[in-house]
Nanobody
Framework: QVQLVESGGGLVQAGDSRRLSCTFS????????MGWFRQARGKEREFVAT????????DYVDSVKGRFTISRDNAKNTIYLQMNSLKPEDTAVYYC???????????????????WGQGTQVTVSS
């Protein structure tokens, strides 16, 4: 059974940087496209970023483009979300997700993902 465990969340100041990690186990990591989603209190879960199996192609929601970077290390079964220039509106629980996908597939749709982590809270104070 695939398991995803996020880490790296916490309380930061606006303008700070933070790196989230998500460790994958229980399957063949390189067969999965991976994504980051977030859910702020009282709001629906929203797409943040995704990366294809090889790591060569990524996609981001407009609100984080130029500030966030998704990456993966297939040797370590881990994906990362480097978050720079954080804003209070980035405050949310961040989830990683795994999509058993073809080589160049990736998706912004939460329904495309097969497995989810428990989430890690990121709080950005102004």
């Amino acid at each position: 059974q695939v398991q995803l465990v996020e880490s790296g969340g916490g309380l930061v100041q606006a303008g700070d940087s933070r790196r989230l990690s998500c460790t994958f186990s229980g399957g063949t990591f390189s067969n999965y496209a991976m994504g980051w989603f977030r859910q702020a209190r009282g709001k629906e879960r929203e797409f943040v970023a995704t990366i294809i199996r090889s790591g060569e192609v990524t996609d981001y929601v407009d609100s984080v483009k130029g500030r966030f970077t998704i990456s993966r290390d297939n040797a370590k079964n881990t994906i990362y979300l480097q978050m720079n220039s954080l804003k209070p509106e980035d405050t949310a629980v961040y989830y990683c997700a795994a999509d058993l996908a073809s080589k160049r597939a990736m998706s912004r749709r939460a329904s495309a993902y097969d497995y989810w982590g428990q989430g890690t809270q990121v709080t950005v104070s102004s």
